[in-house]
Every structure is written in structure tokens, then in C-alpha cells.
């Protein structure tokens, strides 16, 4: 099975004592912790969020937290920014495999500087100036497959170095935002070797009005 992974991600200055009231004002609903094989949990259910510790970094996985500041460069993070105690840099990301969506945005500031979806090959909805780090593979080299079909519509494979790293274009995204969460973070939940302390909630009770209403 496939890595399905979206939510928030920011470094606390001092550790949270209470995870589960921060997922209750961040989804709007009460966060009842529940055993990691309870039921069918997945976090692109509304009701299932997952969160991981990696020190002073939290995850806060939940679809919904994370897809509309995604998919709408318009949508502004001022409420999220709040409830999270104004970190300094937070991203909201999705890295799902089954469906080869892969995204973040980066909130610097309580305000959005960059973010870039992925949901196809070429489908992107980007805003803002590219960081350095995304620079530097945006303006790669790259060659094209050897198949049968037309040479545009072969595979775009970009490059660093000597072809010591190689990255397909519809991967690209999901390059980024590894190197994205390593460089900003340190960790990225779904490679590497370190284990996070992990706590899982299912929301009991949501609102119908949209949880940014709430407060």
C-alpha cells in the first residue's frame, strides 16, 4: 500500500501538552484519542487525524487541514497560523502515491510565499517565486525517455550532476517536498529510519460550519 500523508507540519518551541486540544480547534470537533487499529482509520477521512512527534516537530495529518490551502493559492492560513501559536514557518503538504498528488505550501509569517500541486503530469497549480532548493531542479537538465511514441510526448527525466540523481518529471513534486520537510524539519515522516511518537484521534463530534468559523 501506498504512502497517503497530508496535514500540517511545525516546529513548537516548547513541547504541546495537550495534542488533542490542538487537533479539536484545528478540525473543529472534539478529539477523542483512540487505538491505532481502531476501526478503519485514514486520514483522508474527515474524522481520523494522525498525529507525529518528532521532537519538537509535530505533524498534524488530516486531509481537510491541509487540502484547500493546497489546491486554492487564494486561501489564506491567518486562522491555522493562530491555533498552531504563530510559528514562524509551517507547511501544509499531501504526498499520496495512489492518486500521484503531491503538494505543500509553505506559511512563512502567517502569510503564503509559495506552494505547488501536482495532481498529474503536467497539472500544477503553483504561486509564488520557487525557493532555492526547488530552483535548482526546476532549472536541471534533463533528457527524454527512448520509446515509440512522439519525442514530446516522451517522459522528461531531470538530472543533477552526472545523472547521479535522476527524478521523472511527474515525480518532481514529490521530490521537492521530501527535500522540503528534510531542509526546513529535519524528518520526513515516510523515509528515513527514526520512529515518531504517534497519536491517533477521531473527531466525535464536527460542526457543519466550516471549523475556521469556530472561533
Known sequence: MGVAQAGLVFRSKVPLRDVGALVSKLCGGQAVAIEQQQGTFDIRNASDVRVLV?????FICNHELAWDLLENPTQAAT????VLGGPERWLAFCHYESGDSYGYAFIERGERTRSRLQTGEPALIEHGTPKDFEA???????YREEDDCPIEERRKIYFQGNREIEVAEA???RRLLQEALLLHF???PWEGEITPVSHFFRLSVRSNKPWWRLW
Open 54 to 58: 518528532f521532537g519538537d516537530v509535530y
Open 79 to 82: 486562522q491555522r497560523h493562530r
Open 136 to 142: 535548482r531542479w526546476l532549472s536541471a537538465e534533463f
Open 171 to 173: 515525480d518532481l513534486t
Open 186 to 188: 529535519g524528518v520526513c
